[in-house]
């Protein structure tokens, strides 16, 4: 195990009818003037936005909205947020919303104490951002779906379309005060939505779970694993009962747990699956999960050889395969297929061609998205298991073709 810190600050609450104790933990959290943020649909729709604020209001807390957020939130609308906060003097950001409505929300929350321009945490010269965030307004959430985990983690991601630049800055400062997680909430998830979360969650463990390390620590592969079964069993109830509580209940647990921090204790993540999808979805605003979801296979073909025994322990521990002695290359084959048959089982694709915001797209383009993707090392390479460079980034985009 590596040397390691590990931070969760964020209070979970989970349960029936939790929703109505939001305008509490606000209070209790120091808020008094507060920017109720959401996408506009069908949280507002159904009454959930309007619910809040009022309970908000009955707390005398003074309340201002914004919504608008988009999958893949916009730095557009993260401006028009830190310029309402400014002129209202909000202290306190509630997110009611899943990730997009979260990340959104952080960006606010680290612009508008900020002098300079936001996108400066987002942004890198010769590798290195521009600037970090020192100080940030506080946040809660009200979670709408099990999906990225942001309400627990110190990531935010924003998307800067006029350059199809999908960036993130992570930092301890943006992890939310609380979680108000209400199973029932997601019951009415389109199966897509459902779908997209599943695959987000298993991808926040599985890049932390492909180590660079060759001795893995056992605590944290079983962490890593217990996520993973819980993904492909919820999966399987949520197929025919969309409405269980004990599986939304877990998908969502398991998506605060899965990013927060707990599965890559005393470990390096590898996170090259997550930089290359990046791209993909801001050249063409694909859904997070659905470009994970052919990304990831692709990944694991082109590196599964630098350590055969980590992927072979994936196959049989997670997805079922009997080892092959005679040809172990057979088990992580076959173990890659069945992550990819349990993906299309959801309803979702694993190959860029069936993707119909993407189709056969040219190597052109490919190129030019392998080239823009964010470096996280020196050289220029990404991931950690396998370093990748230009090429070797080209050559997954034509797997996933």
């Known amino acids: 195990m590596n040397t390691t810190t590990f931070l969760s600050p964020t209070r979970i609450v989970i349960g029936k009818g939790v929703t109505r104790q939001a305008a509490t933990w606000v209070r209790n959290y120091g808020g008094t003037r507060v920017l109720v943020h959401h996408d506009s649909g069908y949280v507002k ?3 959930l936005v309007d619910s809040i604020i009022a309970d908000l209001e009955k707390e ?6 914004l919504g608008g957020v988009v999958p893949n939130p916009h730095l557009e609308l993260v ?5 309402l906060c400014r002129q209202n003097d909000i202290d306190f950001i509630l997110a009611v919303g899943g990730g997009s409505v979260i990340d959104s929300s952080k960006a ?3 612009g508008v104490p900020y002098s300079g321009n936001v996108w400066d945490f987002f942004v890198e010269d010769a590798g290195v951002p521009r600037d970090m965030p020192k100080e940030s307004l506080p946040i809660g959430v009200v979670l709408t779906i099990a999906a990225t985990g942001s309400e627990a983690s110190n990531s935010c991601v924003i998307t800067k379309p006029d350059e199809n630049l999908k960036r993130f800055c992570d930092n301890d400062i943006n992890r939310p005060r609380f979680a108000i997680e209400d199973p029932e909430i997601t019951y009415t998830l389109p ?3 459902t779908a997209c979360g599943i695959v987000d969650i298993f991808s926040h463990s599985f890049e932390r779970y492909f180590t660079c390390e060759r001795e893995g620590n056992q605590l944290t592969d079983r962490l890593c694993e217990a996520i993973f079964h819980t993904c492909l069993d919820c999966a399987a109830i949520l197929k025919t009962l969309p409405a269980n509580f004990e599986a939304r209940a877990s998908l969502m647990l398991a998506g605060s747990l899965s990013h927060n ?3 890559g204790i005393g470990r390096t993540g590898d996170w090259a699956s997550h930089y290359i999808e990046h791209e993909l979805s801001g050249e063409f605003n694909v859904t997070h999960g659905a470009g994970l979801a052919v990304i990831i296979p692709a990944w694991m073909k082109y590196v599964w050889q630098e350590n055969t025994r980590l992927f072979l322990k994936f196959a049989t521990r997670i997805m079922g395969v009997s080892m092959d002695w005679e040809h172990p290359e057979l088990t992580v084959q076959e173990g890659i297929a069945r992550l990819e048959n349990f993906f299309q089982s959801l309803g979702l694709v694993t190959r860029l061609r069936d993707m119909p915001q993407v189709g056969m797209i040219c190597e052109e383009v490919m190129r030019r998205m392998a080239k823009r993707v964010r470096r996280m ?3 220029g390479s990404i991931g950690e298991l396998k370093r990748l460079g230009t090429e070797d980034i080209v050559n997954i985009f034509r797997l996933a073709l």
């Not at 005398?60 to 909205?65: A, C, F, G, I």
């Not at 401006?79 to 310029?83: A, R």
């Open 191 to 193: 199966a897509f939505q």
């Open 377 to 379: 090392h020196a050289d």
């Open 60 to 65: 005398k807390l003074y309340v201002s909205e």
């Open 261 to 263: 921090g707990l599965t």
């Open 45 to 47: 729709q159904n009454g």
């Open 108 to 110: 606010i929350a680290m």
């Open 79 to 83: 401006y028009k947020g830190i310029e």
